[in-house]
């Protein structure tokens, strides 16, 4: 799997780092579960990090937190090695694969337990609850909250110590499209104080939005680190290609191949869609070679992934399900003459 883009914090300034890692690795066994990662995560930033289940997202965060001694590599959190997590961890706030708490305590009690054993001062307590949503349950049993609660009373629990550095694994697990965007909108106000968020999820789409950076892993590799847009620019524009006629459609195929284009077919009869791997800048050349052979182009487009489908392409996840939507998406009625357009989702 390629490496997309590379480690970016900055200019080289490590200290400009919250995360730094090189060539982290744990295996389990045979298995290897994160595999030589070397992490760059911007201070101040919100940072996404990304895999299909099974990734290592997990077992890389258990790493950071000290959790679990990683097989080989190094790294640093807040500037201290992770061999000396007792120096860092007072300032890390961590959320890891869905919080449990006492059932019959109340949020506010079972903060209390935390507070108690992290010295923390119990006025804090109120000022979480608050700032998650939950000042007006806090003194209700956790086991009547619904799971969207339960994410944000472990956001709150994550928030005591005051954190530096947030670390969030799957806080959007299980929880409706309103109570993503809650959350969403929580982590963009803690970063805008300045601390760093490094939050995981399975679904990029239910991150990006909020994310200035992105790591996305897969098999314990890293594919891709660096912004959204980069993400987006280092996929391969395509053109999507109409004939008037339905029959001509394996002709055009032929032609683009001829040409040394990669060329697919979608749809079928009078829906056909050619796939052409090429920029814009030779749609116009494509449209003379398809007329010098009789054919007439009704339609060519160019397209470039969405962050959706970018995100399966490097995890070599495709589903059906986004291919049919990317299909519909280029199939767009018309009987103009050939124009070259900007399709941008
Ligand atoms: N304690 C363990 N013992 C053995 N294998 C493990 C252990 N923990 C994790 N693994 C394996 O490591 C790999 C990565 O798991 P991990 O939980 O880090 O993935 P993930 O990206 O967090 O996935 P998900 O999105 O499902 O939470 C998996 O193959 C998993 O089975
Ligand atoms: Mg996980």
């Known amino acids: 799997m ?19 890692t090189t060539g982290l690795t744990k295996r389990f066994g045979h298995r290897v579960a994160v595999d030589s990662l070397d992490l760059a995560i911007p201070e101040g930033s919100i940072s996404g990090f ?27 959190v807040l500037g201290y090695p992770l061999s000396q997590y007792k120096s860092y961890l007072a300032k890390v706030g961590a959320l890891i694969e869905g919080p449990t708490f006492h059932p019959a305590l109340s949020g506010w009690d079972n903060l209390a337990v935390l507070a108690r054993l992290g010295g923390i001062a119990s006025a804090r307590i109120a000022e979480v609850l608050d700032r998650v949503g939950l000042g ?44 993503i965007a809650e959350i969403r909108a929580m982590l963009r106000s803690f970063a805008d104080e300045g601390r760093t ?43 999507a290609v109409r004939t008037e006629s339905p029959d ?21 009869g009078a829906e056909a869609t050619v796939t052409v791997s090429a920029s814009c800048g030779w749609a116009g050349e494509l449209n003379r070679l398809a007329m010098a052979e009789g054919m007439t182009l009704v339609h060519i487009a160019e397209r470039h992934s969405t962050l959706e489908e970018a995100f399966f392409e490097i995890t070599g996840s495709c589903t059906e399900e986004s291919r049919e939507r990317r299909t519909q998406a280029v199939h767009t009625e018309t009987s103009d003459p050939p124009k070259v357009e900007e399709h941008t989702r």
């Open 50 to 76: 990304v895999g299909p289940n099974g990734a290592g997202k997990t077992t890389t965060i258990r790493m950071l937190l000290g959790l679990m001694r990683p097989t080989a590599g190094s790294g640093t």
């Open 248 to 268: 001509d459609v394996d002709r055009l195929v032929a032609l683009v191949r001829r040409h040394g284009h990669a060329a697919t077919v979608s749809g079928r």
């Open 197 to 239: 968020v490094f939050v995981s999820s399975h679904l990029l789409t239910e991150i990006q939005q909020v994310c200035e950076h992105l790591v996305v892993i897969e098999g314990g590799h890293l594919v891709f680190q660096g912004s959204v847009a980069q993400l987006l620019a280092s996929r391969a524009p395509e053109l």
């Open 136 to 179: 007006d349950r806090g003194h209700d049993p956790t086991r009547t909250y619904s799971l969207g609660m339960r994410q944000r009373l472990g956001i709150a629990a994550a928030m005591l110590p005051d954190p530096a550095l947030l670390v969030l694994d799957e806080p959007t697990n299980g929880l409706d499209p309103h109570g």
């Open 2 to 20: 390629p490496l997309l883009a590379h480690a970016s914090c900055g200019p080289r300034m490590p200290e400009s780092c919250a995360v730094v």
